[in-house]
Nanobody
Framework: QVQLVESGGGLVQAGGSLRLSCAAS????????MGWYRQAPGKQRELVAS???????NYADSVKGRFTISRENAKNTVYLQMDRLSPEDTAVYYC??????????WGQGTQVTVSS
Protein backbone atom coordinates (compact mmCIF):
# COMPACT_ATOMS: atom_id res chain seq x y z
CA GLN A 1 0.00 0.00 0.00
CA VAL A 2 1.39 3.36 -1.06
CA GLN A 3 1.93 5.95 1.62
CA LEU A 4 3.29 9.45 1.00
CA VAL A 5 4.17 11.71 3.92
CA GLU A 6 4.88 15.36 3.18
CA SER A 7 6.68 17.60 5.66
CA GLY A 8 8.69 20.78 5.90
CA GLY A 9 6.00 23.39 5.42
CA GLY A 10 5.56 26.41 7.62
CA LEU A 11 5.23 30.16 7.81
CA VAL A 12 7.89 32.20 6.06
CA GLN A 13 8.29 35.79 4.99
CA ALA A 14 8.31 36.75 1.34
CA GLY A 15 11.73 36.18 -0.13
CA GLY A 16 12.45 33.31 2.22
CA SER A 17 13.05 29.63 1.57
CA LEU A 18 11.63 26.28 2.60
CA ARG A 19 12.54 22.70 1.80
CA LEU A 20 9.73 20.21 1.57
CA SER A 21 10.21 16.47 1.92
CA CYS A 22 8.09 13.57 0.73
CA ALA A 23 8.88 10.22 2.29
CA ALA A 24 7.39 7.25 0.50
CA SER A 25 6.60 3.67 1.39
CA UNK A 26 5.00 0.99 -0.72
CA UNK A 27 6.50 2.48 -3.85
CA UNK A 28 10.03 2.84 -5.18
CA UNK A 29 10.36 6.48 -6.12
CA UNK A 30 13.41 6.05 -8.36
CA UNK A 31 11.34 3.83 -10.65
CA UNK A 32 8.52 6.33 -11.02
CA UNK A 33 7.88 9.86 -12.19
CA MET A 34 6.87 12.00 -9.23
CA GLY A 35 5.43 15.44 -8.89
CA TRP A 36 4.93 18.16 -6.34
CA TYR A 37 1.47 19.66 -6.49
CA ARG A 38 -0.14 22.52 -4.62
CA GLN A 39 -3.64 23.68 -3.86
CA ALA A 40 -4.33 27.24 -2.83
CA PRO A 41 -7.60 28.19 -1.12
CA GLY A 42 -10.45 28.23 -3.61
CA LYS A 43 -8.29 26.94 -6.44
CA GLN A 44 -7.74 23.62 -8.16
CA ARG A 45 -4.72 21.54 -7.36
CA GLU A 46 -1.88 22.21 -9.79
CA LEU A 47 1.39 20.52 -10.67
CA VAL A 48 4.39 22.71 -9.91
CA ALA A 49 7.37 20.39 -10.41
CA SER A 50 8.11 16.88 -11.58
CA UNK A 51 11.02 14.47 -11.75
CA UNK A 52 11.24 11.34 -13.85
CA UNK A 53 13.01 8.08 -13.12
CA UNK A 54 16.05 9.34 -15.03
CA UNK A 55 15.92 12.62 -13.05
CA UNK A 56 14.57 14.79 -15.86
CA UNK A 57 12.85 17.73 -14.19
CA ASN A 58 10.10 20.11 -15.28
CA TYR A 59 8.56 23.13 -13.63
CA ALA A 60 5.50 25.27 -13.94
CA ASP A 61 6.29 28.70 -15.31
CA SER A 62 5.21 30.28 -12.05
CA VAL A 63 8.00 28.55 -10.08
CA LYS A 64 10.70 28.10 -12.71
CA GLY A 65 14.03 29.41 -11.47
CA ARG A 66 12.84 29.48 -7.84
CA PHE A 67 11.91 25.86 -7.04
CA THR A 68 14.09 22.78 -7.39
CA ILE A 69 12.83 19.21 -7.24
CA SER A 70 15.23 16.40 -6.36
CA ARG A 71 15.22 12.79 -5.21
CA GLU A 72 17.32 10.85 -2.73
CA ASN A 73 17.10 7.19 -3.68
CA ALA A 74 18.65 5.84 -0.48
CA LYS A 75 15.91 7.49 1.58
CA ASN A 76 13.15 6.95 -0.99
CA THR A 77 12.37 10.63 -0.59
CA VAL A 78 11.58 13.47 -2.96
CA TYR A 79 12.35 17.07 -2.04
CA LEU A 80 11.19 20.48 -3.17
CA GLN A 81 13.56 23.35 -2.45
CA MET A 82 11.61 26.59 -2.63
CA ASP A 83 13.49 29.88 -2.79
CA ARG A 84 12.38 33.49 -3.19
CA LEU A 85 8.94 32.60 -1.96
CA SER A 86 6.06 34.99 -2.55
CA PRO A 87 2.56 35.18 -1.03
CA GLU A 88 1.25 33.64 -4.25
CA ASP A 89 3.05 30.42 -3.28
CA THR A 90 0.80 30.01 -0.24
CA ALA A 91 -0.91 26.63 -0.54
CA VAL A 92 -1.01 23.08 0.71
CA TYR A 93 1.74 21.14 -1.03
CA TYR A 94 1.46 17.46 -1.94
CA CYS A 95 3.71 14.95 -3.62
CA UNK A 96 2.35 12.15 -5.75
CA UNK A 97 2.86 10.12 -8.88
CA UNK A 98 2.95 12.20 -12.01
CA UNK A 99 -0.44 12.08 -13.69
CA UNK A 100 -2.32 10.79 -10.67
CA UNK A 101 -6.06 11.36 -10.72
CA UNK A 102 -7.77 13.65 -8.24
CA UNK A 103 -9.78 10.65 -7.10
CA UNK A 104 -6.64 8.69 -6.35
CA UNK A 105 -4.66 8.46 -3.13
CA TRP A 106 -3.25 11.70 -1.72
CA GLY A 107 -1.25 12.25 1.42
CA GLN A 108 -2.13 14.86 4.01
CA GLY A 109 0.04 17.53 2.40
CA THR A 110 2.05 20.23 4.13
CA GLN A 111 0.93 23.83 4.52
CA VAL A 112 3.13 26.61 3.19
CA THR A 113 2.20 30.15 4.15
CA VAL A 114 4.15 33.11 2.84
CA SER A 115 3.57 36.46 4.49
CA SER A 116 4.12 39.74 2.69
Amino acid sequence: QVQLVESGGGLVQAGGSLRLSCAASGIILRMNSMGWYRQAPGKQRELVASITADRTTNYADSVKGRFTISRENAKNTVYLQMDRLSPEDTAVYYCNLLGVRESGYWGQGTQVTVSS
